[in-house]
């Protein structure tokens, strides 16, 4: 059964770096596309970026400049990197993976990020 499990979230101060991370389980085959998501209290959940395997991506206005996904095969890992974070970017980040054309996502990890 194929599972995604994320890590990297906390508590940050604005202008500061996360990571997050979403790595592959439960299968032999590479993600083909890693996409990012998030969501604020009370807010519907928002796409934040997308990165496919042969390597272009895109990013929401919100998070453009600063953000960044990347794919690691030989781990099966997607990470995020977010850089100058602000309050806004407080939520909870979701990433979601497509394996053989089937589309997987993990249960979440809260940023906070203090003003």
């Known amino acids: 059964q194929v599972e995604l499990v994320e890590s990297g979230g906390g508590l940050v101060q604005a202008g500061g770096s996360l990571r997050l991370s979403c790595a592959a389980s439960?299968?032999?085959?590479?993600?083909?596309?890693v996409a990012w998501y998030r969501q604020a209290q009370g807010m519907q959940r928002e796409w934040v970026g997308t990165?496919?395997?042969?390597?272009?991506?895109n990013y929401a206005d919100s998070v453009k400049g600063r953000f960044s996904i990347s794919i690691n095969n030989a781990e099966n890992t997607g990470y995020l990197e977010m850089n100058n974070l602000k309050s806004e970017d407080t939520g909870v980040y979701y990433c979601k993976g497509v394996i053989r054309q089937r589309e997987y996502w993990g249960q979440g990890t809260q940023v906070t990020v203090s003003s």
């Open positions: 439960g299968t032999t085959f590479s993600m083909n596309i």
């Open positions: 990165r496919l395997i042969a390597g272009a991506s």
